[in-house]
């Protein structure tokens, strides 16, 4: 992007030098044309701001699709919920909700239900609110 705006750049120069050259001449067609080719440029600059823009953009999508790949590749279906294959330096190995993780790719840390809840399961997604019975882990 870069290179291309130096030659929008460059190109405005050639169109400074033309415009005191039509003064000069005070032909009208070459004023006219001297305008229109200020027109294109300016068109030509704002596209080059948007073809920046969206190459952002996707470059950002792309980096998310790949961590999001990358952190599916790293959990393993242990029965009911995930695990880390290898646990990262900053998470707990697990369990993880499958039913967060699988609907937006959100890692919800199962935690132990109070004893007086153990009727419903042994944990519970702190997000989901999904339950997870004894003798699943």
Partial sequence: MADALAVVGKI???GKTLRGVAELVKDAKTKSLIAD?????????MQIVDLR???LALK???KR????KDLASALELKEVAYWFK???????PGPYCTGCFDAGRKLSLLRPLPETFRA???HEC???KATYGAGEF
């Fill in 12 to 14: 405005v120069e050639i």
């Fill in 37 to 45: 080719l200020n027109l294109a440029i300016s068109d030509l600059k």
């Fill in 120 to 122: 419903f399961g042994t």
């Fill in 53 to 55: 823009d969206e190459n």
């Fill in 86 to 92: 290898v646990a990262p330096g900053d998470r707990p």
């Fill in 65 to 68: 699709g790949a961590a999001e």
């Fill in 60 to 62: 950002d999508k792309l």
């Fill in 126 to 128: 702190p997000v989901c």
